[in-house]
């Protein structure tokens, strides 16, 4: 599987944001994916994912109630919508996927073999 994200950019704080990821392959209904992203001299966090086999979702609590990661199957697409967007947001995002995670374990990055290369979102202040 690859991936590629898009839809970075610069946005005031209180904007909105809208990131893609357009993946390859036939099965990726039946990969689970996730977002994740990386500040400057920081770990590369969470902040969302969908599990293909339940359809449930989880955000990060930083995200929570402003942004929201949906998928377009028919089309081999996951999105990040995102909203009131904070400088504290602002990071390289990155999307992810696999087609086995273990039970619990669908925030950790280390659980998916498949990235794309990120993109660039800024928040101004």
């Known amino acids: 599987v690859q991936l590629v994200e898009s839809g970075g950019g610069l946005v005031q704080a209180g904007g909105s944001l809208r990131l893609s990821c357009a993946a390859s392959?036939?099965?990726?209904?039946?990969?689970?994916v996730g977002w994740f992203r990386q500040a400057p001299g920081k770990e590369r966090d969470f902040v969302a994912a969908?599990?293909?086999?339940?359809?449930?979702?989880q955000y990060d609590d930083s995200v929570k109630g402003r942004f929201t990661i949906s998928r377009d199957n028919a089309k081999n697409m996951v999105y990040l919508q995102m909203n009131d967007l904070k400088p504290e947001d602002t990071a390289v995002y990155y999307c992810?996927?696999?087609?086995?995670?273990?039970?619990?374990?669908?925030?950790?990055?280390?659980?998916?073999?498949?990235w794309g290369q990120g993109t660039q979102v800024t928040v101004s202040s």
């Open positions: 992810a996927a696999d087609s086995w995670i273990r039970s619990g374990q669908i925030r950790n990055p280390h659980e998916y073999d498949y």
């Open positions: 969908n599990r293909w086999s339940s359809g449930s979702m």
């Open positions: 392959g036939r099965t990726f209904s039946r990969y689970h």
